[in-house]
């Protein structure tokens, strides 16, 4: 692939990157994230479990062998954070996990089962909810589960990684996890200020958090990442910048720092947030510039949208050498896997369609119950979905599209077939935002903080108009 991403740093200055205040509230619409193309909103139920069996048998039709990636989703925890919008259960009670993963080793036997003789595992992640709401116990019970029906590759090559909740975990319990083969972490700390901590019901102390990254360094984790947000309730750029100390400070391998998307019409918790304790847009931008300019100046890669990451990981070399991916869980570097992914709301992405669990237990538990795979929903790629697909994927992870590529692997002409687009890119051009020449649009520094705006002029369903609701801001 053409691609050559330069880090955000060699070239462009802050002052490079000011918006006029008008510019920035005509660009700051509502916007899907596109860790995945069509976005997850457009599933149908008229995609169920036989479609998705003729997905898994075109697959193994085509012959070549692609490694998986497994997913598995944990949905409880302990207490409520106010920003979540993750599909979760907060609840005490120990047994609703037991029950629940009686349900999950069910599921994943079904899946196995589907997948035999294609179920090399090169990638497991573990998200939620807390997946670290599980004891030591169902953890081992869990690991041994899934290595009885998938074939692992090797600790040295697979990523077999974790989302831990550092109140959650003792620097014990890391190096258990270690021991239980994962080898990578990821740590939700959100922001070290006590008055933001406060104001999202997270009290979670630092000595805690900074602990946990001594214990992972001591257990033999290959990386440490660590997840921020910014535009959270009482946030300031003198708070993100005392955060932003003291995690270069910690020095993980990759660090996220995700946009708050405040949705309260969408996701409950999030009506414990004041409006007034927000920071304006602007603010935000400020603070995703402070963001760059720290951690760039620290040594960090500039990924793309919301990852930074350690010139020598693998996401960063991935970038470099153009095999870099975006899916559910953000940018990965595994882009030929097939995704399949267990569990209460869990999304699947097998051959040219997307898949999606049940979302509530009863209704997970119930499909289980009657022998079924619980897809609830889904959706079958259309040429036309895979060409978009792959046009935003490119923009996402490189900045930049080679419309001559594009030519090269599908039967269309550019310049016709996106007419439509390239005009309305012309406007985002006049914005700043990105260069349209004959051979390449490349995208500006400006661009790369709203790069779902410009992916946005490719999504054939996108009618903010008619579902103004369904999306967060793209500032
Ligand atoms: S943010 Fe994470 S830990 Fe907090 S409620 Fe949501 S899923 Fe649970």
Redesign the pocket.
């Known amino acids: 692939m053409l691609t050559s991403p330069t880090p955000i740093a060699a070239v462009a200055s802050l002052a490079a990157l000011a918006f006029e205040p008008s510019l920035l509230s005509k660009l700051n619409q509502l916007g899907p994230r596109y860790t995945s193309y069509p976005t997850a909103d457009r599933f149908s139920d008229a995609f169920g479990v036989e479609a998705y069996e003729q997905a898994v048998s075109d697959r193994r039709a085509m012959g070549a062998r692609h490694a998986l990636s497994l997913y598995l989703h944990i949905p409880f925890?302990d207490t409520?954070?106010y920003y979540?919008a993750?599909n979760?259960v907060?609840s005490k009670n120990l047994n609703k996990a037991a029950l629940y993963l009686t349900y999950l080793k069910r599921e994943i036997e079904m899946q196995a089962a589907l997948f035999q003789g294609m179920n090399q595992v090169e990638q497991l992640h573990f998200g939620?909810?807390?997946p670290t709401y599980l004891s030591d116990r169902q953890m081992n019970e869990l690991m041994a589960h899934l290595h009885q029906h998938f074939q692992f590759a090797p600790d040295q090559l697979g990523e077999y990684s974790i989302e831990v909740?550092p109140r959650t975990v003792t620097p014990k319990r890391i190096v258990t996890l270690r021991r239980q083969g994962f080898n990578r972490l990821s740590l939700?700390v959100q922001d070290f200020d006590h008055a933001v901590q406060k104001a999202v019901n997270?009290i979670q102390a630092e000595e805690d958090t900074l602990r946990i990254i001594d214990a992972a360094r001591f257990a033999g984790f290959r990386s440490v990442s660590i997840d921020l947000i910014y535009g959270l309730p009482k946030q300031s750029l003198t708070s993100i910048a005392q955060t932003l100390d003291k995690v270069i400070a910690a020095a993980p391998d990759r660090i996220a720092i995700y946009n708050y998307a405040h949705m309260p019409h969408l996701f409950k918790p999030q009506r414990r947030i004041a409006d007034s304790d927000l920071p304006t847009p602007a603010s935000k931008i400020d603070m995703l510039f402070l963001c760059i300019q720290r951690l760039t100046a620290a040594g960090y890669v500039y990924i793309g949208m919301d990852h930074f990451a350690k010139p020598d990981d693998d996401l960063a070399i991935a970038q470099r050498q153009g095999r870099l991916h975006r899916n559910f869980q953000g940018y990965s570097t595994h882009a030929e896997a097939d995704l399949v992914s267990c569990g209460v709301s869990a999304i699947s992405a097998v051959g040219a369609s997307y898949s999606q669990n049940e979302k509530t237990l009863e209704a997970y538990y119930e499909r289980l119950d009657r022998q079924l795979l619980p897809i609830a929903r889904g959706i079958k790629l259309s040429m036309d979905d895979l060409l978009r697909r792959l046009i935003i994927q490119h923009l996402m992870c490189h900045f930049e599209l080679s419309p001559a590529s594009i030519e090269m692997a599908h039967p269309i002409k550019f310049a016709e077939y996106f007419a439509k687009e390239l005009a309305q890119l012309k406007l985002l051009e006049a914005d700043g935002l990105l260069l349209l020449e004959d051979d390449w649009i490349s995208v500006t520094m400006k661009g790369r903080l709203l790069i779902r705006n410009i992916c946005m002029v490719f999504d054939r369903y996108l009618d903010p108009v008619k579902d103004p609701v369904r999306y967060s801001k793209t500032i």
């Open positions: 925890c409520v954070c979540c993750c979760k907060v939620g909810g807390t909740d939700g997270r």
